[in-house]
């Protein structure tokens, strides 16, 4: 059975973004993984509004960065300044300093901004002038993205890619998600009265709880047989990581989590699949459209054999 506060949660959030429950339910998962979430689409179809309902939807501070080719890593991380009154430099910390970041159009900043932000992803804290600092143990970025083609924008290296647990597009919605959008309340107003409803130690505890579903040793050969499948392609030059394939194992735990399961099956790792392994492919043909890269696992995972029940 679904724990109650994440149906809470996921229910909130639906009050302001319109017919995208599996693309909500899909960053929910990120958020109980551990991992952060890069949302990649056209603009206008909801991005930063989903980005900003889960911000308010749970407790702990909430800060926001408009990426900008004149952005430079100190006005992410912070700056030292001289304190004249006592001849020592004191730290000022930037707005990575939260529990919940969006990083708006983050590639609309070049790629030395962009790296201010690798750190703090993999290991949640930075380091500043020698000096290390940590960050929430709930830090959770939330990054959209135009896509490549739009005027303006510097394509995130594979290194800056691979700290993303899930790529994920929007989409646009269907014609009664859009008929209801226009006809309904003022989602910009909905969105401004949301209210926390889940707790910050709450989700420590879901998180610790994640942890704890059980992987069988046959899902866990699936995996690794997807995981090698990305790298025996001939469509792909680059395939998935070990760090990759820990990464689908983890979101595979967190959707069965918010499945209700204490175990993982197939369907979560087919479910948590294309989102986790199609940003950090590398295509032998240099497309680079987050689509292409999906339909190659897609591809993949239709041609893989999938464990049964006492296999």
Do not use: C, H, K, S
């Given at each position: 059975m679904p724990n109650p506060a994440l149906t809470t949660l996921i229910d909130h959030i639906n009050t302001v973004v319109v017919g995208k429950p599996d693309i909500i339910k899909l960053t929910v998962t990120a958020l109980l993984a551990g991992g952060h979430v890069l949302f990649e689409d056209v603009p206008g179809v909801g991005k930063t509004t989903l980005a900003r309902a889960l911000a308010r939807s749970v407790a702990g501070d909430f800060n926001r960065i408009q990426f900008t080719p004149d952005l430079l890593p100190n006005d992410i991380l912070g700056v030292s300044i001289l304190n004249q009154t006592q001849h020592e430099f004191d730290f000022h910390p930037g707005p990575i300093f939260t529990t919940m970041l969006l990083a708006d159009e983050i590639n609309r900043a070049t790629p030395r901004t962009q790296s201010a932000l690798l750190q703090?992803?993999?290991?949640?804290?930075?380091?500043?002038?020698?000096?290390?600092?940590?960050?929430?143990?709930?830090?959770?970025?939330?990054?959209?993205?135009?896509?490549?083609e739009y005027a303006g924008t510097y394509p995130l290296p594979e290194a800056q890619l691979d700290r993303f647990l899930f790529s994920l597009q929007v989409g646009y919605p269907t014609w009664p998600d859009e008929l209801a959008l226009y006809a309904g309340d003022d989602r910009q107003q909905t969105l401004a009265n949301l209210q926390a409803v889940l707790a910050d130690d709450t989700l420590t505890q879901l998180k610790a709880s994640v942890n704890q579903v059980t992987v069988d040793a046959a899902i866990t050969s699936y995996v690794l047989t997807l995981v090698q499948a990305t790298r025996q392609q001939a469509a792909i030059r680059l395939g998935i990581s070990p760090r990759g394939g820990l990464a689908l194992m983890q979101a595979g735990r967190a959707y069965a989590l918010l499945s209700g399961r204490d175990y993982v099956i197939p369907a979560d790792i087919q479910a948590v699949l294309v989102p986790t392994f199609s940003h950090r492919l590398v295509l032998a043909n240099g497309a680079q459209a987050l689509s292409a890269k999906q339909q190659v696992v897609r591809d993949i995972q239709s041609h893989t054999p999938v464990p049964t029940e006492g296999a």
């Open positions: 703090a992803m993999a290991e949640r804290q930075v380091t500043i002038d020698g000096t290390t600092y940590d960050l929430p143990a709930n830090f959770f970025v939330l990054a959209t993205e135009n896509p490549n």
